[in-house]
C-alpha cells in the first residue's frame, strides 16, 4: 500500500478513456501517479466500450470543438506510434439531414469557419455514392474524407500500457469511497483498501459523475443507450470501409441514428445505435437495466428500415452504454471552482470518446502548469450556478 502521507503528485480518478489518457500524459511528464479504478480496465460498465466510436472534424455540435480534435488526431497517431496498435480507421463520414437539421448546417459552419475540407452532397449524389442509404429527395449531406472510427477499447488500453511504462501505478477493483482537500492543500481519496493522498487529484468519473462530483452544482443526468450488431441478409460486402462510411442522420422524425462500417469480419455484423433514445432513460450505473428488451430492439429495427434497409437482418448482439448529460451537451472541463487542486473531466454527454487523447494531454497541461493553450472557455465548471452563487469548499 501506498504511504498514508505525500504518497504522489497526482491522484486519477477512473481509469476509463479519459482517466487512462490522463495517466498516461501525467505520468510521460514525470509525475508520480496513482490511477484508482472500480473495475478492471477496460470494461463495459461506464461508458468507454462497444468497439468503435466515431471520429469527425466538422463537428455540428459547435466549432470550438474544432481545435481540440485536430489535436486529437494527431495524438491519436502518436499513440498509434508509441503503442503499435491500430486505433484509427478513417473511411469517412457522412452527416445527413435536411439542409436545415442540426447535423447539416452545423457540421457546415465548422468545416466553413476552420477551412476542413469537406464534399456537399444532394440527395441524388449521397444515392450515386452510397446506394445503401434509402432517403428522401430533400435528404442533404456533408461528407468528410477525414472521418471514422476509434477503437475504444484497444484506446484505453494503449493509454494504461503506456502510463504503466511511464511508471504510473494502477491499480484496479478499488473504487473510489470519497475524496477531500487536505488542510495542507492537497488531497486525499479513501477506497475500501486506505487513504492516499496527493498534491492534485484528477477526477475523471465518467456516469459515476453524480456521485463523485455532487457539490460541483451541474445537473448531471445519466441515461441508457443501447448498441446493435445485425447481420446483414446478403452479407457484409456492401458495408465494407472501402464502400461504407461512418454516418450521422437527423430524421425529421427526432431520431438521430448513427453507424459503422463492417469492422469484425464476414459473421461480424454492422453497428448501429441511435444518438439518445426518444424516450429517455434516466438511471444510475448501479440501477440501469443492462438487459436488451425486445422494446429496444424493435425500435431500432424501425429507424432502420426506413434508411438502411439492407442491414435488416439477425441481431448478433448489442450492448448498453451510458451517457452522461449535461444541459447544455457540453463538456466540463477545468480546476473545481472551490478546490483548484482538483480537476475535472465529466459530462461527456455522448459525443466525448474521440477527444480522449487531447483531454488527456490538456488535464496534464492543466496539473503542471495551471493553463493550457487549448480554449476551455465552453466547458466551464460553474457555468451552471446562478450569478454570485458560490461553491462551498469540501
Known sequence: MLPAVNSCDVIVLGLGGMGSAAAAHLAARGRKVLGLERFTAPHDRGSSHGHTRVIRQAYFEHPAYVPLLLRAYELWRALERESGRQLLLLPGGL?????????????????RQHG?????????????????????DDTVALFERAAGLVFCEPAVSAHLDWAARQGAELRFEEPALSWSPTSGGGVSVTTAQGTYTADQLVITPGPWAPELLGDLGVP??????????????????????????????????????????????????????????????????????????????????????????QLDGPLLKAATCLYTLTPDLNFVI?????????????????????????????????????????ELGLFAPDRFRPPGAGVNAR
Not at 251 to 264: I, K, L, M, R
Open 95 to 111: 452527416m445527413m439531414g435536411t439542409a436545415a437539421s442540426e447535423v447539416v448546417a452545423g457540421s457546415l459552419r465548422s468545416a
Open 116 to 136: 476542413l475540407p469537406h464534399d456537399e452532397l444532394d440527395a441524388r449524389e449521397i444515392r450515386r455514392r452510397f446506394p445503401q442509404f434509402q432517403i428522401s
Open 220 to 309: 448531471f443526468v445519466v441515461e441508457r443507450q443501447v448498441l446493435f450488431w445485425f447481420q446483414p441478409p446478403g452479407g457484409v460486402g456492401p458495408f465494407l470501409p472501402e464502400r461504407f462510411p461512418i454516418y450521422i442522420w437527423e430524421h425529421p422524425s427526432g431520431a438521430t441514428p448513427y453507424g459503422f462500417p463492417a469492422v469484425d469480419g464476414e459473421s461480424g455484423g454492422v453497428k448501429i445505435a441511435c444518438y439518445r433514445k426518444a424516450v429517455p432513460e434516466p438511471c444510475s450505473p448501479e440501477t440501469v437495466d443492462r438487459r436488451i428488451r425486445e422494446d429496444d430492439v424493435a425500435s431500432m429495427r424501425a429507424a432502420m428500415r426506413g434508411l438502411l434497409p
Open 334 to 374: 477545468g480546476p473545481h471552482p472551490a478546490n483548484p487542486q482538483v480537476l475535472v473531466a465529466a459530462g461527456f454527454s455522448g459525443h466525448g470518446f474521440k477527444f480522449c487523447s487531447v483531454v488527456g494531454e490538456l488535464l496534464a497541461d492543466l496539473a503542471i502548469a495551471g493553463r493550457t493553450q487549448h
